[in-house]
């Protein structure tokens, strides 16, 4: 597969075994030998930041100016045939340089960071964002990277800017208020849907947007329970069930599905001053709402968060409905 992807984007990672190592070789390179990938970054410096209690978890806002591309781009059909694909080798800027990840999937440096290290994990090959197949490589692609960070998924109507090409990213973990308030929520907030010695289920409810974790250490049990949600969300339909995943690693895995019911909320669709510009994606539904623009950033209250949250995710009554059809089938 390799062969795939020429020989000159390779960087040179002679002597180092792990993919953090790998990867922190890529990210040093990068900022210091590609001018938007340095911008990129330095631009991190002036990020703002608001943050909001909910009791028991926090919501943080961001205006990140450098995301403007992403939270606005243009995901339909159209567009996407339009346009070359940004992740495809061939069209890569000539100083992106990338390491191999993980079987065919390669670690690039993100020149628009939302983390203080950003990573875009694509496929060698133009295939479309689809979950289901690629499931595992998810959790493997955690447990190479380990505790240092948190490897996620946006469906392609759920945030990925590449729905057309399938792509894994990749933050550094603490970053996410999930990262912080899952020990908490999993206590108070959760209840046990599945349970055994190898593997958990949750469903955690009452922090804005619902949404099922996961845990285990065995591989084959945590994506064989993915696969049973993954089913029931996907009842009546045949595309792609919405939603976004967070995954991280520390000796087991944490996986968190937040299912979705619309990829924007209606502030994206207004005009003039009633307009805000916000596409939520796994990074919001971890708990840090992006704002690329000032005057949205300015706008921003507790009831307007907890507005978009309601008008993206499972409401309650549909996710308790989803946990019950879940029980149901776990005893029988």
């Given at each position: 597969m390799q062969t795939e992807f020429s020989e000159k984007f390779y960087l040179d990672t002679e002597g180092l075994s792990t993919l953090p190592e790998k990867a922190e070789r890529l990210f040093e390179h990068q900022i210091s030998n590609w001018k938007l990938a340095a911008g990129g970054y330095q631009s991190l410096l002036s990020v703002e930041i608001k943050k909001f209690e909910f009791g028991n978890f926090t919501i943080e806002a961001h205006f990140n100016p450098g995301r403007i591309i992403s939270s606005s781009a243009k995901v339909d059909a159209k567009s996407i045939n339009e346009r070359p694909c940004f992740l495809c080798s061939k069209n890569l800027p000539a100083e992106q340089k990338a390491v191999m990840a993980f079987d065919n999937y390669i670690l690039l440096v993100n020149p628009f960071p939302i983390f203080d290290k950003h990573f875009t994990i694509p496929t060698l090959g133009h295939v479309p964002q689809l979950i289901k197949p690629e499931i595992t490589?998810?959790?493997?692609l955690s447990s190479l990277l380990g505790k240092g960070y948190s490897v996620f998924y946006n469906g392609p109507k759920c945030g990925a800017s590449a729905p057309d090409h399938m792509h894994f990213q990749a933050g550094n973990s603490g970053f996410m208020m999930i990262d912080s308030d899952f020990a908490e929520l999993s206590k108070s907030n959760s209840k046990i849907i599945f349970e055994d010695a190898e593997v958990k289920t949750l469903f955690v409810t009452g922090c804005l947007r619902n949404f099922i974790a996961i845990e285990s250490d065995n591989i084959?049990?945590?994506?064989s329970e993915f696969e049973l949600v993954y089913n029931f969300l996907n009842e009546n339909g045949t595309e792609e069930p919405m939603m976004n995943l967070i995954c991280s690693f520390d000796g087991s895995w944490r996986l968190l599905i937040f299912p979705r019911i619309k990829h924007r909320p209606t502030y994206f669709f207004e005009e003039g001053e009633k307009k805000i510009l916000i596409s939520p994606a796994a990074v919001d539904m971890g708990?840090?709402?992006?704002?690329?623009?000032?005057?949205?950033?300015?706008?921003?209250?507790?009831?307007?968060?907890?507005d978009v949250f309601k008008q993206v995710t499972f409401s309650d009554d549909d996710f308790h409905h989803l946990a019950e059809k879940m029980m149901a089938s776990e005893k029988g």
């Amino acid at each position: 597969m390799q062969t795939e992807f020429s020989e000159k984007f390779y960087l040179d990672t002679e002597g180092l075994s792990t993919l953090p190592e790998k990867a922190e070789r890529l990210f040093e390179h990068q900022i210091s030998n590609w001018k938007l990938a340095a911008g990129g970054y330095q631009s991190l410096l002036s990020v703002e930041i608001k943050k909001f209690e909910f009791g028991n978890f926090t919501i943080e806002a961001h205006f990140n100016p450098g995301r403007i591309i992403s939270s606005s781009a243009k995901v339909d059909a159209k567009s996407i045939n339009e346009r070359p694909c940004f992740l495809c080798s061939k069209n890569l800027p000539a100083e992106q340089k990338a390491v191999m990840a993980f079987d065919n999937y390669i670690l690039l440096v993100n020149p628009f960071p939302i983390f203080d290290k950003h990573f875009t994990i694509p496929t060698l090959g133009h295939v479309p964002q689809l979950i289901k197949p690629e499931i595992t490589n998810l959790l493997t692609l955690s447990s190479l990277l380990g505790k240092g960070y948190s490897v996620f998924y946006n469906g392609p109507k759920c945030g990925a800017s590449a729905p057309d090409h399938m792509h894994f990213q990749a933050g550094n973990s603490g970053f996410m208020m999930i990262d912080s308030d899952f020990a908490e929520l999993s206590k108070s907030n959760s209840k046990i849907i599945f349970e055994d010695a190898e593997v958990k289920t949750l469903f955690v409810t009452g922090c804005l947007r619902n949404f099922i974790a996961i845990e285990s250490d065995n591989i084959l049990k945590i994506a064989s329970e993915f696969e049973l949600v993954y089913n029931f969300l996907n009842e009546n339909g045949t595309e792609e069930p919405m939603m976004n995943l967070i995954c991280s690693f520390d000796g087991s895995w944490r996986l968190l599905i937040f299912p979705r019911i619309k990829h924007r909320p209606t502030y994206f669709f207004e005009e003039g001053e009633k307009k805000i510009l916000i596409s939520p994606a796994a990074v919001d539904m971890g708990g840090v709402l992006i704002f690329p623009r000032e005057e949205d950033f300015e706008k921003i209250t507790t009831e307007l968060i907890v507005d978009v949250f309601k008008q993206v995710t499972f409401s309650d009554d549909d996710f308790h409905h989803l946990a019950e059809k879940m029980m149901a089938s776990e005893k029988g």
